[in-house]
């Protein structure tokens, strides 16, 4: 895991991949758990036998669910030391160009995009990619915002 320390060197840092996480198994339990949650209960991700009946061979997980993995994936690949408090501020850009197939593993990459000012500390804009094991496309890419800030 790399730790950050303080706005100085998180620009220090801007267009560096920050690191990748480790891979974690996409469980059929899970997506349904995500399911229940969301109320996305749609077949594709909660019928295993119809879903052997499309291209994807078997469920598969949410777009939402994978995204969802952010702050797991977020813990293992860096830290900001030397601020107050740190908020998710949102996201700009979200896309799913391929499917995360449930039973396959999945990982994320973080890059440091930008750090701007704003009032009390920075925002920062993070690239995320989300890797499925053994796809030659990403499952998910996003821009992620966070906001720390300096005081209390």
């Known amino acids: 895991m790399r730790t950050i320390n303080g706005i100085d060197e998180m620009r220090a840092q801007v267009g560096e991949e920050l690191g990748v996480s ?3 198994p996409v469980t059929q339990e899970d997506v349904d758990d995500f399911a229940a949650v969301s109320g996305d209960d749609q ?5 295993p036998q119809r879903a052997t009946q499309t291209p994807f061979g078997g469920t598969i997980a949410h777009g939402y669910y994978t995204l969802s993995l952010h702050p797991r994936f977020a813990k293992q690949i860096v830290a900001f030391e030397g601020f107050a408090f740190a908020v998710n501020y949102g996201l700009n850009k ?34 995320l990619t989300f890797e499925s094991e053994g796809a030659l496309k990403p499952v998910c890419v996003a821009e992620q915002l966070t906001r720390v800030y300096t005081g209390t």
């Open 43 to 47: 077949w594709i991700h909660t019928d």
């Open 94 to 127: 979200v896309r799913f160009p391929a499917p995360l197939p449930v039973g396959n593993r999945v990982r994320m990459r973080a890059t440091l995009v930008d750090v701007e000012d704003v009032l009390g500390g920075a925002q920062i804009t993070m690239k």
């Open 22 to 24: 480790d891979w974690h």
